[in-house]
């Protein structure tokens, strides 16, 4: 047994969070996951495509592991932040020498466009939450036509558009992508997924229309049009007849309708090159799309309401860091002071938001927790007590959930998927979850 001679909280039961609770309590540090949502795994959970059963499975037995390893404790169904269950100066006041913040970027970008508020215009975010059956979100109502238009040139984008070409049916999905073919950031194997229902004419015709501005800038197009293809041998089956297609240099600049939305005007871009990248800029030519739905798939921000200072959509790091790691800082700072916050560190996407996937998040969370431990051995050791922790959350008058509780939780929906003959079920309520869990005594 490890002796336990520092007392940590970490804020996220995601990948980050998770591995770098395990990574700390191995080193003896006592560590206190509190996480918003009932089940842990964050966007392990709620952000991988819902028919990736073994990929999520996987993940699933991976962080019960971390929940059965000494020193780690869990709180679900407590939220963090200034108008929350508990603030961080709250979690300071109970004990915790160190806080290490994991909830990736639960902030929404958009853009500002005319028409952003019609009906059918939505945030990628929320609908991949919506068909995760996240709660809340697995219950709020969208409006979803027949033509959808994706903004974005990503993994999330390629999701949505699997989404809407195999759950919803739609007739076309259109991917609006502000630069050009080679600068989308998708994946082959996403794109495995939906290159069935890609419309390979279409295709053509977008590259012959965007080749121009592509070879003025030394970029080949059959070599992007090559790699957008390489997906093909090992195309999914698809269940649709659905027309996939792609917009290339295409910028949004407002959504059309009335109430609903009927349409989506885009500006033609050309590409230049700007401090060494590659960049969009506006032609002022413009163009209406015949669509019904609209998805921005364009990144994600972190949550001011969580108390801690922002820049540029993440939480303000130290630009010196006290404790690098592979050169990268994971100690948040306050602008206004002008000094570093020292008992505060972030990882994952409340590092850098909406970049890398989960092998990504689990190092950054492990480099995170290598930071919080060296801060810590500047400090005392001490013997870390729940006491206080406890009567506090006893004080709230509500739920909360402990690993004891997540795995009664897997074993009900173990059941229940066994019984109905599925591959997986998990309940889509946090009322329902927390009465299972409360039935099973």
Same mark, same amino acid.
């Given at each position: 047994?490890? $002796?336990?001679?520092?007392? *940590?909280?970490?804020?996220?039961?995601?990948?980050?969070?998770?591995?770098? *609770?395990?990574?700390?309590?191995?080193?003896?540090?006592?560590?206190?996951?509190?996480?918003?949502?009932?089940?842990?795994?964050?966007?392990?959970?709620?952000?991988?495509?819902?028919?990736?059963?073994?990929?999520?499975?996987?993940?699933?037995?991976?962080?019960?592991?971390?929940?059965?390893?000494?020193?780690? /404790?869990?709180?679900?169904?407590?939220?963090?932040?200034?108008?929350?269950?508990?603030?961080?100066?709250?979690?300071?006041?109970?004990?915790?020498?160190?806080?290490?913040?994991?909830?990736?970027?639960?902030?929404?970008?958009?853009?500002?466009?005319?028409?952003?508020?019609?009906?059918?215009?939505?945030?990628?975010?929320?609908?991949?939450?919506?068909?995760?059956?996240?709660?809340?979100?697995?219950?709020? %109502?969208?409006?979803?036509?027949?033509? #959808?238009?994706?903004?974005?040139?990503?993994?999330?984008?390629?999701?949505?558009?699997?989404?809407?070409?195999?759950?919803?049916? !739609?007739?076309?999905?259109?991917?609006?992508?502000?630069?050009?073919? @080679?600068?989308?950031?998708? +994946?082959?194997?996403?794109?495995?997924?939906?290159?069935?229902?890609? $419309?390979?004419?279409?295709?053509?015709?977008?590259?012959?229309?965007? /080749?121009?501005?592509?070879?003025?800038?030394?970029? +080949?197009?059959?070599? !992007?049009? !090559?790699?957008?293809?390489?997906?093909?041998?090992? @195309?999914?089956?698809?269940?649709?007849?659905?027309?996939?297609?792609?917009?290339?240099?295409?910028?949004?600049?407002?959504?059309?309708?009335?109430?609903?939305?009927?349409?989506?005007?885009?500006?033609?871009?050309?590409?230049?090159?700007?401090?060494?990248?590659?960049?969009?800029?506006?032609?002022?030519?413009?163009?209406?799309? +015949?669509?019904?739905?609209?998805?921005?798939?364009?990144?994600?921000?972190?949550?001011? /309401?969580?108390?801690?200072?922002?820049?540029?959509?993440?939480?303000?790091?130290?630009?010196?860091?006290?404790?690098?790691?592979?050169?990268?800082?994971?100690?948040?700072? $306050?602008?206004?002071? %002008?000094? #570093?916050?020292?008992?505060?560190?972030? *990882?994952?996407?409340?590092?850098?938001?909406?970049?890398?996937?989960?092998?990504?998040?689990?190092?950054?969370?492990?480099?995170?927790?290598? *930071? #919080?431990?060296?801060?810590?051995?500047?400090?005392?050791?001490? #013997?870390?007590?729940?006491?206080?922790?406890?009567?506090?959350?006893?004080?709230?008058?509500?739920?909360?959930?402990?690993?004891?509780?997540?795995? %009664?939780?897997?074993?009900?929906?173990?059941?229940?998927?066994?019984?109905?003959?599925?591959?997986?079920?998990?309940?889509?309520?946090?009322?329902?979850?927390?009465?299972?869990?409360?039935?099973?005594?």
């Amino acid at each position: 047994m490890i $002796d336990q001679s520092y007392y *940590a909280a970490v804020v996220g039961a995601g990948p980050a969070g998770m591995f770098a *609770a395990r990574e700390m309590a191995r080193n003896g540090v006592k560590v206190v996951i509190f996480n918003r949502d009932i089940k842990p795994g964050g966007l392990a959970e709620y952000g991988i495509y819902p028919d990736k059963f073994a990929m999520k499975e996987g993940l699933r037995n991976q962080f019960r592991q971390v929940l059965a390893t000494p020193g780690v /404790s869990y709180w679900g169904n407590i939220s963090v932040g200034t108008q929350a269950d508990l603030s961080l100066d709250d979690l300071r006041g109970l004990g915790f020498q160190a806080i290490l913040v994991t909830v990736g970027a639960q902030g929404t970008k958009w853009l500002g466009l005319p028409g952003e508020h019609l009906t059918g215009v939505y945030h990628a975010k929320d609908v991949v939450y919506h068909y995760n059956q996240l709660p809340p979100y697995s219950k709020k %109502k969208f409006h979803f036509g027949k033509k #959808v238009a994706v903004v974005g040139a990503g993994n999330v984008m390629l999701d949505i558009a699997r989404f809407s070409i195999q759950k919803i049916k !739609a007739q076309k999905v259109i991917a609006v992508v502000r630069r050009g073919p @080679a600068e989308v950031k998708f +994946d082959k194997k996403e794109m495995e997924y939906v290159i069935r229902n890609l $419309d390979l004419r279409a295709l053509d015709d977008e590259f012959s229309r965007v /080749s121009s501005v592509m070879t003025a800038l030394g970029q +080949d197009p059959t070599q !992007a049009q !090559a790699q957008i293809l390489e997906a093909l041998p090992k @195309a999914q089956p698809s269940s649709s007849t659905t027309h996939f297609r792609f917009e290339f240099l295409s910028t949004p600049t407002q959504i059309l309708g009335d109430g609903i939305v009927s349409g989506l005007e885009i500006e033609d871009n050309i590409l230049v090159i700007k401090d060494g990248e590659v960049k969009a800029r506006g032609t002022g030519n413009k163009r209406i799309l +015949d669509v019904d739905s609209v998805v921005f798939a364009i990144g994600d921000k972190v949550d001011e /309401s969580l108390g801690l200072p922002v820049s540029w959509d993440e939480f303000s790091k130290n630009q010196e860091p006290r404790f690098p790691q592979e050169g990268i800082s994971f100690e948040t700072f $306050d602008p206004a002071r %002008k000094m #570093v916050i020292p008992d505060v560190f972030v *990882a994952g996407w409340s590092r850098q938001a909406s970049t890398g996937l989960v092998g990504y998040a689990r190092k950054d969370g492990t480099l995170g927790s290598r *930071a #919080v431990m060296q801060y810590l051995q500047t400090l005392p050791k001490i #013997v870390p007590d729940d006491s206080a922790l406890t009567a506090r959350l006893k004080k709230l008058g509500k739920p909360i959930v402990t690993q004891n509780d997540i795995r %009664k939780l897997t074993e009900i929906e173990l059941e229940t998927a066994r019984h109905r003959g599925v591959d997986f079920f998990k309940f889509s309520t946090n009322e329902e979850m927390l009465e299972k869990i409360m039935s099973v005594g």
